[in-house]
């Protein structure tokens, strides 16, 4: 081999490692390698709905809810491409559907498209930023964070265990002062609170019954008799969603 | 720990949690039948703000003061000392008694405390909990939020007429 043809082969064979190294670089790349959840892709298939069928059941558990709003920012992987500019839970479905026999609904009206609570920037009425900003000098128990929120002129959010999301504060309306969003109805609506006297009293062994549980003791629950598997019952979300993420993707 | 109690509750994703010994709730789940009747009876109530406990369910409509609904909110200082809550299903007459078919299903009802401030009512922000101190009946006391260890804000004691409260599946 002369030189001349050894030199080619140098460059060609360098020229090649260069190209090779070039394509798993771009292979590698987040733009195209991004994770995305089995429940984000699009499903084709006879048996594709088999498939959000089992990932919406185990999504009825609290705590799997619970893990997958953790880590993507919305309560449900079961979801459709065409679909996605509207991210429902299914007990959020279900609550703004039925208004009337709710548990505390009204959520989705407050909550963005992608589940999160207000935390992106929309369209706020100054006037209701300002109020927000007033809120906060009174003395209603909020933590930093909200205070925080209250300061930047955005509505305090809370999570509510009864939905398993967040939801903000619905500002004042008119007759309405800002409030929470709620669908409990007082009974007693049309009694006013003048009845102090009868239900603020104590039972007589009220005050014995306050100290003993001050000392430690809690009457007939004690923590041998129900402990909390705090640990237990994470690891086995923690699994359950482990295995979301991990069905096989149908057709 | 750092945090609010609601924080820590949260971030341990959970509803529930121990405190010097003793359960301390975000929300309670009360198991009931339907043509149950639940007596809440207000044993404590702090007067420095006004104290609510709310019930709510999506399995049944929950019957108080002839009001039939699937939340109903009950003020400390407002009505008698004792009321009459009344489980009936949703697929029956509002107006009867009788169970449902499925009568035999029991009927998760939640139960939580809440506040009012300035005219606003809160739940689940700050310190706020259920300290269980009684199963049967069943007893809780509340803390509105403000002052970590206080839980006479709202103490409340909650009978069932053949109800089946569950302790252990709160947790």
Request: no cysteine.
């Given at each position: 081999m002369t030189d001349l043809e050894l030199i080619a082969v140098f460059a060609a064979s360098w020229t090649l490692a260069a190209a090779i190294w070039m394509l798993l670089d771009w292979a590698a790349r987040p733009k195209h390698a991004r994770f995305r959840p089995k429940g984000d892709r699009i499903q084709r298939g006879p048996f594709a709905y088999r498939h959000f069928r089992k990932v919406r059941r185990a999504e009825e558990n609290e705590e799997i809810r619970l893990r997958i709003e953790e880590r993507y920012d919305r309560p449900t992987l079961a979801i459709r491409k065409k679909r996605q500019h509207r991210v429902l839970a299914r007990h959020d479905r279900i609550a703004g559907d039925h208004s009337a026999h709710t548990v505390g609904a009204g959520t989705t009206s407050d909550v963005d498209d992608a589940g999160q609570t207000g935390l992106a920037a929309g369209d706020q009425d100054e006037k209701t930023a300002i109020y927000w900003t007033e809120l906060r000098d009174k003395a209603m128990g909020f933590d930093p964070e909200n205070q925080e929120r209250l300061a930047a002129g955005k509505a305090p959010v809370r999570f509510n265990p009864v939905l398993g999301a967040h939801e903000e504060m619905l500002p004042p309306d008119g007759d309405n002062d800002a409030r929470w969003p709620t669908v409990a109805v007082d009974p007693f609506a049309d009694l006013e609170p003048s009845a102090i006297a009868e239900t603020d009293a104590e039972t007589p062994n009220a005050g014995e019954n306050l100290a003993e549980t001050e000392t430690g003791?809690?009457?007939?629950?004690?923590p041998d008799e129900h402990p909390a598997p705090d640990d237990e019952s994470e690891s086995a979300a923690?699994?359950?969603?482990?295995?979301?993420?991990?069905?096989?993707?149908?057709g | 720990m750092a945090g609010s109690r609601t924080e820590r509750l949260r971030s341990r994703r959970a509803t529930a949690g121990s405190e010097r010994g003793s359960l301390v709730f975000s929300m309670y789940r009360y198991q009931a039948f339907c043509g149950d009747t639940l007596t809440v009876?207000?044993?404590?109530?702090?007067?420095?703000?006004?104290?609510?406990l709310h019930l709510a369910t999506d399995q049944a409509l929950l019957r108080v003061n002839g009001i039939a609904a699937s939340a109903v909110v009950l003020r400390a200082h407002v009505g008698p000392q004792h009321i009459d809550v009344s489980v009936v299903s949703p697929t029956h007459d509002t107006n009867r008694t009788a169970p449902a078919p499925d009568g035999a299903s029991p009927i998760e009802i939640v139960l939580w405390n809440s506040w009012v401030v300035e005219g606003v009512e809160h739940a689940w922000v700050g310190d706020a909990g259920m300290r269980l101190e009684g199963v049967d009946p069943l007893r809780l006391a509340c803390n509105d939020g403000f002052a970590d260890?206080?839980?006479?804000?709202?103490?409340v004691e909650i009978a069932g007429s053949s109800g089946h409260q569950t302790a252990e599946e709160n947790l």
């Open positions: 003791q809690s009457g007939d629950a004690s923690e699994r359950a969603v482990r295995h979301l993420e991990r069905l096989p993707e149908a | 009876s207000w044993v404590r109530s702090t007067r420095r703000r006004e104290q609510r260890t206080d839980f006479g804000d709202l103490i």
